[in-house]
């Protein structure tokens, strides 16, 4: 974090040339290493940025701000006081990836903002280029003067500067939905007071290639989804809380999750980008060495049918695996030699009542199925509450059918 850089008692001739800088401009330009992006922020009728690829304009003037309870509101008449620059070319191991060595490359501008009015309040907007995408995010230090806050709405648009084909996925409380293919005024705003909340990340596709919005680093703060306006902006819109208190409740300082735009000149560049995890707060496990990757079997959930199921209305998304099912799934594991066999919603207590499914256990025969085929359980309490039995080819894996079963809860690797 580069605050202390705006201190100019600290670094007076630093703060001096920074404050000229800052009096002067009413717009900041940050350019990708590579030159291929570029984003604006700039301050003149309120907080927004502009965004552009090869030269191209592909997002035009597009607000920027939050709203907290009691009216105060960061952005719409926000001014630019200071902006310090940096830059860093690394790179970060990927265990669990398509790429194992992820290149670490940006370009970041540090903006000092400062809302008028009384009382006066002060905020940050945190830049980030790569070559593979742009992000920014909002920053709550101790002199915005919030202390503990509650956050109300998030102002940021995204404005295209057409009405490009888009792929946008439906509503899903799971984050599971289809993304069918439309144009962005074809995104639907929904009703007032409860505004249409596409999961992300919405793939857009503009004349200078691929982008995807979404977010990172979303830690002890609500979700992004994305809603409609009818013309070619979407608006962020975040979940409200169960407990009717807006939608964060925090205290200063903080800083929000990051805004992603995910950037490939082809579909498949696109694709392969590590941006989101590497935008993402290493993980805090020290020891990862009990995480094993590999390909897995699927019970009959994903697809949609269960021979050994005959209730009628156990099909499409109600389906569901039961134990004659999972058990030729776990035979299907070992003969292709896939270390794991997933079994998905349905198999514990409740499906949806996380308290009292905690608490119970899979079904024992296929536990003790599993065993006698040098097989090992997996459970892991995220929010599918799935299942992975391990299903490795007996020809390679022989252990004794007496042997206990090791039971592991895993924690994610690297939050995203």
Same mark, same amino acid.
């Given at each position: /974090?580069?605050?202390?850089?705006?201190?100019?008692?600290?670094?007076?001739?630093?703060?001096?040339?920074?404050?000229?800088? &800052? +009096?002067?401009?009413?717009? @900041?330009?940050?350019?990708?290493?590579?030159?291929?992006?570029?984003?604006?922020?700039?301050?003149?009728?309120?907080?927004?940025?502009?965004?552009? &690829?090869?030269?191209?304009?592909?997002?035009?003037?597009?607000?920027?701000?939050?709203?907290?309870?009691?009216?105060? !509101?960061?952005?719409?008449?926000?001014?630019?006081?200071?902006?310090?620059?940096?830059?860093?070319?690394?790179?970060?191991?990927?265990?669990?990836?398509?790429?194992?060595?992820?290149?670490?490359?940006?370009?970041?501008?540090?903006?000092?903002?400062?809302?008028?009015?009384?009382?006066?309040?002060?905020?940050?907007?945190?830049?980030?280029?790569?070559?593979?995408?742009?992000?920014?995010?909002?920053?709550?230090?101790?002199?915005?003067?919030?202390?503990?806050?509650?956050?109300?709405?998030?102002?940021?648009?995204?404005?295209?500067?057409?009405?490009?084909?888009?792929?946008?996925?439906?509503?899903?409380?799971?984050?599971?939905?289809?993304?069918?293919?439309?144009?962005?005024? &074809?995104?639907?705003?929904?009703?007032?007071?409860?505004?249409?909340?596409?999961?992300?990340?919405?793939?857009?596709?503009?004349?200078?290639?691929?982008?995807?919005?979404?977010?990172?680093?979303?830690?002890?703060?609500?979700?992004?989804?994305?809603?409609?306006?009818?013309?070619?902006?979407?608006?962020?819109?975040?979940?409200?809380?169960?407990?009717?208190?807006?939608?964060?409740?925090?205290?200063?300082?903080?800083?929000?999750?990051?805004?992603?735009? /995910?950037?490939?000149?082809?579909?498949?560049?696109? &694709?392969?980008?590590?941006?989101?995890?590497?935008?993402?707060?290493?993980?805090?496990? @020290?020891?990862?060495?009990?995480? !094993?990757?590999?390909?897995?079997?699927?019970?009959?959930?994903?697809?949609?049918?269960?021979?050994?199921?005959?209730?009628?209305?156990?099909?499409?998304?109600?389906?569901?695996?039961?134990?004659?099912?999972? !058990?030729?799934?776990?035979?299907?594991? +070992?003969?292709?030699?896939?270390?794991?066999?997933?079994?998905?919603?349905?198999?514990?207590?409740?499906?949806?009542?996380?308290? !009292?499914?905690?608490?119970?256990?899979?079904?024992?025969?296929?536990?003790?199925?599993? @065993?006698?085929?040098?097989?090992?359980?997996?459970?892991?309490?995220?929010?599918?509450?799935?299942?992975?039995?391990?299903?490795?080819?007996?020809?390679?894996?022989?252990?004794?059918?007496?042997?206990?079963?090791?039971?592991?809860?895993?924690?994610?690797?690297?939050?995203?």
């Amino acid at each position: /974090m580069l605050t202390g850089i705006w201190n100019a008692s600290v670094w007076p001739a630093l703060g001096l040339v920074l404050t000229t800088i &800052a +009096a002067q401009a009413s717009e @900041q330009k940050l350019v990708s290493p590579g030159g291929g992006l570029a984003i604006v922020v700039s301050d003149v009728h309120g907080l927004a940025f502009r965004v552009e &690829a090869q030269g191209k304009t592909v997002l035009t003037n597009s607000p920027l701000g939050l709203e907290f309870e009691g009216g105060v !509101k960061l952005g719409p008449r926000a001014v630019i006081n200071r902006t310090v620059r940096a830059g860093h070319d690394g790179q970060w191991e990927n265990r669990f990836g398509g790429n194992r060595l992820v290149r670490d490359r940006w370009r970041e501008m540090h903006l000092a903002l400062e809302e008028p009015g009384a009382p006066r309040r002060t905020f940050g907007l945190i830049v980030r280029a790569y070559d593979d995408g742009l992000a920014f995010r909002y920053e709550l230090p101790e002199s915005t003067g919030l202390g503990r806050f509650v956050l109300t709405k998030e102002l940021t648009e995204f404005r295209f500067a057409a009405d490009y084909r888009c792929w946008a996925g439906g509503e899903s409380p799971a984050t599971e939905a289809r993304y069918g293919e439309s144009r962005i005024s &074809a995104i639907p705003s929904g009703n007032v007071g409860q505004p249409f909340r596409s999961i992300l990340p919405l793939l857009v596709e503009t004349p200078a290639g691929y982008f995807a919005a979404s977010e990172s680093d979303l830690l002890d703060w609500a979700g992004m989804s994305i809603t409609g306006t009818g013309t070619t902006a979407v608006r962020v819109t975040l979940d409200p809380r169960a407990d009717g208190q807006g939608l964060v409740v925090s205290s200063a300082p903080r800083v929000s999750p990051w805004r992603v735009l /995910m950037y490939g000149r082809t579909a498949a560049a696109l &694709a392969g980008s590590d941006l989101i995890a590497t935008l993402a707060t290493p993980s805090r496990l @020290q020891d990862t060495s009990w995480v !094993k990757a590999g390909a897995c079997a699927w019970d009959p959930w994903w697809t949609g049918t269960n021979p050994y199921d005959h209730d009628p209305s156990h099909t499409a998304v109600l389906a569901r695996g039961t134990t004659a099912a999972d !058990k030729e799934y776990i035979d299907l594991a +070992a003969e292709m030699g896939w270390p794991y066999q997933l079994m998905d919603w349905f198999w514990y207590k409740n499906m949806t009542l996380y308290s !009292k499914s905690l608490q119970s256990t899979p079904n024992p025969e296929l536990a003790d199925f599993t @065993q006698s085929t040098s097989a090992s359980w997996f459970n892991t309490p995220n929010r599918k509450m799935s299942a992975c039995l391990s299903g490795r080819t007996r020809s390679t894996l022989k252990r004794s059918a007496s042997k206990k079963l090791s039971h592991i809860s895993p924690t994610r690797a690297s939050p995203v």
